[in-house]
């Protein structure tokens, strides 16, 4: 599937390493492994997948990964940390296949408390601020210096609300279709369908009766129980993957097993619940004055998760032309890209993040 960028704001690659050549070189190697292989395309993972690591937060343990440039490299670079944030119901795994090591210090992938790894406590009332807190602990503690944050969907919003909160602590953020809340209860702003024909103006109030009966359904334990079985088989979790990556491959066994094995874990059903069921918290919007660093926004066409023509990637597409003062802001959209860019097609975005890194003095 061809891939096209279209690039707004301040970051805007030279001829020489446009959004184009980049495509092109990787569809060049993607050509190479196939002839080197009669097998399907196997990245080798970059991010240390087996040495997982484990920080504790509020008495939670909180499990992360961790490369360093010295891992590929005789000598360090001097560039920064970053720190990779994932989405809803998976974990720092997918981000796999990132290498960050030409341009960055050390590259951390954080799981959330709630998934992968990471403690499952069925006595935390999750909320994005709750995610926040953790986050923000994690730099101070294991980083122990400014990182560049890198999110997607969750991990994104997760991201907006680190800036907002402790600008000191973050040297840049990278939003990945960016969610709008913790969960499907979005809070709707206004003027958020002004331009939108009458059927969106209905949908909203009947979405809420809808998500206010799921919520009563899912505190029903042992009808929460019987759904959250049928999700976490492994048939439904790659049929669900299947139709949110556009790269079909990717959605191999081990990507699967991080997921179901995460759902098996004591305490899952419980924050399965909790995150579906809790305030969605404030939405980007309402968080954006207060985050000073340098942004880059990437957002797929086709993703169906957080539609790019709809309200909030409406506005994400905007930013650059409405963020003011002397603060960074850069609007990347991928034509034929999904929800998942980072794992669907991760040597495109080791690209774009390491050009990104680079230009944008991080």
Not at 9 to 22: D, E, V
Request: aromatic share 8%.
């Amino acid at each position: 599937m061809p891939h096209s960028s279209l690039l707004r704001g301040q970051f805007n690659p030279s001829t020489s390493t446009s959004s184009s050549n980049i495509i092109r070189r990787r569809q060049q190697r993607q050509r190479r492994r196939r002839l080197s292989s009669s097998s399907s395309i196997k990245l080798e993972c970059k991010i240390s997948l087996g040495e997982i690591k484990f920080h504790t937060f509020r008495g939670h343990k909180v499990a992360y990964r961790e490369t360093s440039s010295s891992n590929n490299n005789n000598s360090k670079t001097t560039g920064p940390c970053v720190l990779l944030i994932h989405g809803f119901g998976v974990s720092g795994y997918q981000y796999r296949d990132i290498d960050l090591t030409s341009i960055a210090k050390k590259t951390f992938a954080i799981d959330l408390i709630g998934f992968g790894k990471s403690d499952k406590p069925d006595s935390v009332d999750f909320s994005m601020e709750f995610w926040r807190e953790q986050i923000i602990d994690f730099i101070k503690e294991v980083i122990q210096e400014p990182a560049c944050l890198v999110g997607n969907s969750i991990g994104s919003l997760a991201a907006v609300h680190v800036a907002s909160s402790e600008p000191e602590l973050v040297r840049g953020v990278c939003l990945i279709n960016c969610a709008g809340g913790m969960n499907n209860k979005v809070k709707q702003m206004p003027g958020d369908f002004d331009d939108f024909p009458i059927q969106y103006k209905l949908v909203g109030p009947i979405f809420k009766v809808v998500l206010a009966i799921i919520d009563t359904v899912l505190k029903i334990e042992p009808v929460a129980t019987k759904i959250f079985n049928n999700v976490r088989s492994e048939e439904n979790v790659r049929n669900a993957l299947k139709n949110v990556y556009k790269t079909q491959n990717r959605v191999d066994e081990l990507l699967v097993k991080s997921i179901c094995d995460a759902a098996k874990e004591d305490g899952a059903l419980k924050c399965f619940v909790n995150i579906l069921t809790g305030d969605p918290g404030p939405r980007p919007e309402e968080l954006m004055n207060n985050v000073e660093c340098p942004m880059l926004i990437i957002w797929g066409t086709e993703d169906g998760i957080t539609p790019l023509d709809f309200p909030l990637g409406r506005y994400f597409e905007n930013l650059p032309k409405t963020r003011t003062n002397t603060r960074k802001t850069s609007f990347i959209k991928l034509d034929g890209q999904g929800h998942c860019v980072q794992d669907d097609s991760p040597e495109l975005m080791n690209e774009l993040l390491v050009k990104w890194i680079a230009e944008d003095g991080l």
